[in-house]
């Protein structure tokens, strides 16, 4: 499950959770960043990987350095899905009557 996960660090980390004893097994961890965005003073997210310089996918954090953990909104899981996830993003439940 996508889960966002604050550090003891001060990171934002997203990512697809597991737990196992101990420890959060995270894979495809990324680091949320305020950037600039388009218009002048507006600030979006973006996200890098958490590990850039690893060749893992899939990390061990244990659960003494997780501060919290919470359900990203979904604009946010959608950008870690096609980023850094499967690539799908997943549509709006909104339906479409005739």
């Known amino acids: ?3 966002l996960i604050r550090m003891k660090s001060g ?4 990512g697809d959770v597991n737990y196992a004893n101990d420890t959060v ?6 680091v949320l960043m305020p950037v600039q ?4 003073g507006q600030m979006s997210m973006g996200m890098v990987p958490w590990q850039p310089f690893s060749k893992n996918k899939e990390f061990s954090i244990p ?4 501060v919290t953990m919470s359900v ?4 946010i899981a ?6 850094f996830g499967s690539g799908i ?7 479409l009557l005739s």
Not at 11 to 14: A, G, P, Y
């Open 37 to 40: 965005g388009n218009q002048a």
């Open 1 to 3: 499950m996508i889960k």
């Open 78 to 83: 959608d950008g870690w899905r096609k980023s």
């Open 63 to 66: 659960n003494d350095w997780i």
């Open 89 to 95: 993003e997943v549509p709006s439940k909104k339906m």
């Open 72 to 75: 990203p909104t979904d604009d």
């Open 11 to 14: 990171e934002d980390v997203i």
């Open 25 to 30: 097994r995270i894979e495809g961890p990324a």
